[in-house]
């Protein structure tokens, strides 16, 4: 009996939700060696600023996520509209390969695409505008050249930004 592919998305993980963070390691900790594969399909945490960002929450799920690949579980990473900063540093950290969006699974119920969903967004033209720059190389360079400290402020006025806007 082939065991399942287990997929999650949008836990939104931050420091001050521990609650959070609990309940993906007791589901980490219940699934430990019994899937062939756990797709995060983005957002595992509220916000990623950058692999140098490093977290109490973030390490403690790395080390999970680490330690769920080790007993025979294929880990992989996607971006979402929150953690798009998420680099190959931390994916090696998790024990876990980061795929491009929109990726395609082979299954043996045939093929599924897998994606985070926010590009599929189309009305927001203001949001898919500010998506296209921020996914951009060039943008992403010159964001992580920054201190961590602007980064964080700069994280944070993009949030009331959008906090107003809905």
């Not at 599924?112 to 949001?127: P, Q, S």
Request: proline share 2%.
């Amino acid at each position: 009996m082939s065991k399942p592919i287990l997929f999650i998305s949008d836990l939104h993980l931050q420091d001050d939700r521990p609650d959070l963070t609990r309940a993906l390691l007791m589901f980490l900790q219940e699934n430990k060696g019994k899937c062939e594969a756990l797709y995060i399909l983005g957002d595992l945490f509220e916000v990623w600023l950058g692999d140098d960002g490093i977290t109490a929450t973030s390490d403690t799920v790395a080390q999970a996520l680490h330690e769920f690949a080790g007993c025979g579980s294929d880990v992989y990473l996607m971006h979402g509209n929150r953690d798009f900063l998420m680099g190959t540093e931390f994916a090696a950290r998790c024990g876990a390969s980061l795929l491009a969006e929109p990726y395609r699974l082979h299954s043996k119920l045939g093929d599924i695409v897998l994606m985070h969903g926010d590009v599929l967004c189309t009305d927001d033209t203001e949001y898919q505008a500010f998506r296209s720059m921020v996914r951009s190389a060039e943008w992403q360079a010159d964001f992580l050249a920054r201190n961590l400290d602007e980064r964080i402020a700069f994280a944070r006025q993009a949030r009331q930004q959008s906090s107003a806007a809905t």
